[in-house]
Every structure is written in C-alpha cells, then in structure tokens.
C-alpha cells in the first residue's frame, strides 16, 4: 500500500474515489454533463390549476431560470381515474408546454397515493399500524407496499409509464414515489408485512433453532417453534421490555424491503428507458429506517429533501431561521458517497406549514442552502413548489409563486439569483479540476453504518443520547479544520482517504477491525469514538473484556462506562481546554506506549483517562471515550490528529463551511455574524466578498 497522505496529495477530483458502474457513469455523463455545475428545476402540479394558465406557468418558471419542471408525482387518480382506464392527455400537454420553453421533465411514479377505487376493491393493501388501525383514503403513503396485490397495481401503472414515455426525449429522469417513510409509522403491520418478514427471517436463518440462537431466545423463554410464530415488534403488543435482536432484525427487513420496492419499480422502468433517463428516489435524509446505500447501485443519481427552517433550534442562535450547515453538510456527504451523483428534489422555498413552529427563513437563508447544495457537489436542486396551493394540507406551504400564481415569493426571487450565478459560474468553472495539495491532504471520511446507529438507539443506557448528533459532532469537526469529507459504508476503501473516523461504530467483526488495522499500519489515521465494538453484528456482548476486539487496536482497556443524569455534567480536560459532557463517558486503562490526550476533572473517577493515541505502523489510533456537549472536544482533538499528521488545517467556526468544487472555492455563513472568508489576496472574487455576511456565500477563484 503507498503511504496515505502520498495518494492524498496527488489531487484526487471530489468524485474520483467513488466506485461507478458503467451504465450509470455513461447516464450520468449524459444527463448531467459536467458543464453545467448544478441544474435548478421545480416541483409542479398541472392538475391542481386550470388548463389555461399551465402556459403561463410553464414561460414564467422559465423566465425565473428554471431549468426543468418534476410531475406526476401526487397523480394516480388522473392517470388512471378507474381500473385500467389511462388518461395521459393533460400529462402529454404539460411535457409539450415545458418542452417548448426548454424545460426538461422530470415524472414520477404515482405509487405514494393509490386512487380510490384501488383501496375500496381491495382494502388488504391498506396499512396497519402499531395499535392495529387499518389506514383508509384521504391522506398520502397509507398503501403496504409489501401487499403483493399493490405491487400488482404499481407494476401496471408503471408500466403504462414506461411504455409512454421510456423512450420521449423531453423526459429527462425518474423520481419512483415518494418520501418511502409510512410517515411514522413503519413498519406497516399488516398480515402481508408480517408474512414477508417471516420469509425473510427463514430465507436468512434457515432453520428455528438457528433464529433462536441468534436472538438469545433463552433469554425468559421466548423460544420459538415456528417462523409463522414470530412478529414483527411493535411496543404496543408487549407488556415489558422486547427482544432487542429481534427488534433488529425487523430493521434490517424493513430496510431491505423498501430498498426491494424501489427496484421492483427500477426494474420496470429500465426496460423502457434503459439508461437514457435517469432514475432516483426522494430519500428523507436523516429517516434512518430506509437506507439509501441498498439503492445505490440501482440509481443513476441518489436524491434526497431538504427542509432546513421549520421551528427546530439548529445551530446558535439564528439557526431556526438559518438551517443547520452540519445536518445539510453531512446528508450531503452521505447522499454523494453512495454512487458518485447526489441531488436535491426538495428544498423549501421558503415558510413551510407542517412543523410545530413555522417560522420565516432569514433574509438570503434561500440562497445559502442552494449554494451550500452547490458546494457540496449536487448535480441538481428542485423545490418543492412552484405554486403555493390554495387547498389542502400544505395551503400554507410556500412556493416560488405565491398565491396568485404569478408574484414571487422571496425564495423565488433567491432562486431566480442563484440560477442567474450559477450561469454566471458555468463560465468560470473547470469541471474536473483536481483538488488543490493542502485541501486534499485533508481528505477524510466518516464510517457511517445504520445498523450501528439501529443498535445504539435501541439501547440508550441515556435518553438524552443522541447518535445522530453524535456523527455530526465529527463531521463538522473536519468541516471546521477546513477537510473535504465523505461519509462512507464498510464497503468502500478505506485507504483512499488520508483520516477515517468511526463514531460509535458499536457492532463489528473481526474482519471490519483487520481492515482497520491495515489501513492504519499503512499510514492512515483512525479515530474511533464512544461506544465502538461493544457488540458483534447480532448485539451480542463479547463474552470477553468489554469491547475486546478493538482494545489492541486503540492501545488501551476501557474500565467501565457512565452517564449522568440531567442538570449534573462532568468536565474534561484536554490541552489545557475544558469541556463538559454527561450523555456518555468511558474510563480508559491506556497500554504502554499510548499517549494520553484527555482526562476527567471531576466525577469520583476525577483524573481518569477519557482519550488517547498512539502509533500503529506508519499512521495512528485516536480513541475518544467521550461524547462532549455541542462537540467542542471533538473538534479539539479531531483538529490535533490533523495537525500532528503535519498536515495544514483551517479553523474556521462551526457552521461556516469553505469547500473546493470544478476550480471553484464556495464558502458559506450558518453562523449569527459576518465571517472573513479565507480567501487569497490573488484570488478572484466571482460572487460576494471576503467577509461573508449572515446568510452569506463567496466564490472565489486562484
């Protein structure tokens, strides 16, 4: 293996370490050429307005700088308003109007709101939820998509789909249904969900005693005799604490049986339009049950939403009219890393309706999330919508038009600015430039697995745990020493990247700490964090010392674990810094030779060891056995493993991002006050300044 941070200097472009496949790099190339940096487009809905203002609509989408239009998406009952009956008329009008204004179209599958006469003749597709309520007509996403007769249903109306429009030019892509979620309620309970997770657990244990094993049904006698005997869990049907593994297990079907529906439609599709056109789903970006990785070699692009104002604090003080950087950031990361492509489908245009509070985005906060989705490499934006309705469940739900159809909104009129810079950056841009040297020698990636984060949040030991913040707290530690990141699954390499880290990496095997071993004697650097190899891949404790398997690795034994209970904090000190903590806190016994880094100030363990490092080989093993509060130690020592790879490191405050894309630098401003952006005195200010105001972006180019 060459020496790490040697292969990190060689100026890798953002995508080159992603793995591609052939069919989907040629549709990529296709659809989103290089050239063009990042498409804007909007959600839209022909059958909600009268056909006389849909040219209208179409020119003036247009004249705000739109570059395609997404349909279809909400339309079964248009599409086949009684079984077998298809009407595409208003459909075919809305793709020929778009067309001559030079609009692309995106369709949809209509698959998330199934017509009424679908449910009234066969109510079996309907969901159940957890107290065993059948869900009927009048919302949306209230049909099993594990119902083999749904799946019936879906496969005609996408194959008329298909059929009419695989092979139209004007059809640019595919967004297959929508927000795959069941809206809180997942998993569906249903006979014809329990049935096809009985079959999964067969297909996968092969026999009951296996099952049994694997779930440590020794534990008060919940033995089982039968697959046919075992239910998916749900808290409702138990009077005390569930099976944990089993609880596990019907994650892990879950999962793989939404990622099954979105290739049941895939499938479909692709025998019209093969790779002409491309295909994605619209993931929710941090709904951890439906995992966006099992999809990535099904989809030309991965596409996800993003609604970063509605009444949630965020970051600092303005964040609930800002946004989070970090929570953007990282989904982005994580979207990017599946297959090499990530876009935008939904973005808010603006006020929203359905959050506890609906506040209004700061002044240009619009703007900021379009090129903060820039920065992060998206091959396209699409808000979700072009006109506020007047009707219905989202009638307060702002679009780039307000109600009158015609007047835009203040996102409008931000998403109009920021299609007009990024024609303007078309013409500065190199598609493709390498990475300049002190940038990539940041290189960094963060391990990201669901199940880990499925086991973590299924064993608190704190309520006030929290493993999603838990992985943002690192990723926007890199973020803040100025690294570009990728937030990558086990199935990729590790030694692409100069600095990997895991957090809270809780079920692992031998094999996951081999290769971790090897990255490292190689010359990588590796920072494991709380709560790493507790537990094998089934949850299980090793019947050994706790987290045996990766105590040679990191140089130390961990004595014992604690949190601590609300208003009581602990302290650390690191570097001559201190930080508080109380959700999670391991006591470390380093091993001769490991470094200490922090240790307790206070607690009856006061002076005990919190994190350490050491050398392994050519590169070196962090271990932080604590999770701060608001990641200030994180970003300390995080900050110190950079430095001490002699690698050059930024410090730039949390929620201001600077990233490098097509030749172009990108900074953006999440925080409540102006920031100087690090921008050199013989670089070219493209849009903004050097001081970046709130809500702020600059673009320069050296």
Known sequence: MKHILLRALGCFALSSMIPDMPAQSASRQASFPPADLMQIGAYYYPEAWPADQWPRDMANMKKMGMEFVHMGEFAWAYLEPTEGKFDFAWLDKNIELAAAQGLKVVLCTPTPTPPIWLTEKHPEVLMIDAAGRTQVHGTRQHASWSSPVYREYVAKIVNELGRRYGKDKRVWGWQLDNELTHYGKEPDFSPASQKKFQAWLQKRYGDIAALNRDWGNQ???????????????????????????QMLDSQRWFAEETADYLKFQTDILRRYCGHDQWITTNHIHNFSAVNPVLNGGDFDVVSWTLYPVHGNANEGPMGFRLGSSAVLTFAADFMRSINGAHGIMELQPG??????????????????????????????????????????????????????????????????????????????????????????????????????????????????????????????????????????????????????????????DAKLVTRWRSYVEGGGHLILSARTGQKDRRGFLWEAAWAAPILDLIGAKIKFYDTLPAPNQGHINAGGQTHAWSTWGEILEPAAGTRVLATYSDQYYAGGVAAVTHQLGRGTVTYIGVDSEGGTLEAQLVRDVLTRAGVPVENLPAGFCVDFRDGLWIATNFTEKTVAAPVPATAKILIGARDVPIAGVAVWKE
């Open 219 to 245: 534990f008060w006698s919940q033995l089982y005799q039968r697959f046919d005997q075992v239910r998916l869990p749900n808290p409702q049907e138990y009077v005390a604490q569930f099976n944990p593994h």
């Open 351 to 508: 006020q929203v309706n359905w959050g506890e509070v609906n506040p209004q985005p700061y002044p240009g906060a619009v703007r900021l999330w379009l090129m903060r989705s820039f920065a992060t490499g998206a091959k396209f934006v699409c808000t979700y919508r072009y006109r506020q309705p007047l009707y219905g469940a989202e009638l307060y739900h702002y679009g780039l038009v307000g109600p009158d159809g015609v007047t835009p909104t203040n996102g409008g009129e931000q998403y109009a600015q920021v299609a007009q810079e990024i024609t303007q950056l078309r013409l500065a841009a190199q598609p493709g430039a390498p990475l300049p040297a002190a940038y990539a020698a940041r290189r960094s990636a963060i391990l990201y697995s669901y199940e880990a984060r499925w086991d973590l949040d299924n064993h608190k030991q704190n309520k006030a745990w929290d493993s999603y913040d838990h992985l943002l707290k690192y990723h926007t530690a890199l973020k803040r020493a100025g690294a570009p990141v990728d937030v990558i699954t086990e199935d990729k390499d590790f030694s692409a990247y100069p600095f990997l880290i895991a957090p809270a990496y809780q079920l692992l």
